[in-house]
């Protein structure tokens, strides 16, 4: 059975799907990713869509979870990509590793629809190189065994 990491952000909208695809794209074949959210808005962000198809990454089949999926099930990792789900994240049982990594909330970036989108496309950059590095690290860390 694969280690699951679980990216947490508060509304599971944005940022949190955007690392999972990444992370998912990069390394799913060394652990079960998955996202949540503290206070899920319900829907991923139709620009968070676009931008990761722009990238090659289809998230269309992703839903907006709770973190309270998650509480019964064992999880190795937990990522928070947001200053608030970094407070309200829970203490999971067993010996789980915690990175806070927070990127601004696209979601909420004013200004015009290319701007905004804009906004998303730098986020999603971002994220990508966090995860991939990330990604490569785990890679690297299962052929030594570790």
């Avoid at 722009?54 to 200053?83: M, N, Y």
């Avoid at 927070?102 to 950059?125: H, M, N, Q, W």
């Amino acid at each position: 059975m694969k280690p699951t990491v679980l990216i947490l952000c508060t509304g599971n909208s944005c940022r949190s799907h955007m690392a999972e695809g990444f992370l998912r794209a990069a390394a799913g074949e060394l652990v079960n990713v998955q996202s949540a959210g503290s206070n899920p808005t319900g829907f991923v962000h139709p620009l968070a869509i676009k931008v990761m198809a722009e990238a090659g990454i289809d998230i269309s089949g992703h839903r907006s979870k709770h973190l309270e999926e998650f509480l019964g099930q064992p999880v190795h990792t937990v990522i928070t990509v947001c200053g608030n789900a970094d407070q309200a994240c829970p203490i999971f049982p067993g010996r789980v590793n915690r990175h806070h990594w927070p990127f601004d909330d696209p979601a909420k970036a004013p200004g015009s629809e290319e701007e905004i989108l804009t906004c998303f496309r730098r986020v999603r950059d971002e994220m990508r190189r966090v995860f991939e590095a990330y990604a490569t690290g785990l890679r690297d860390s299962s052929e030594m065994g570790i």
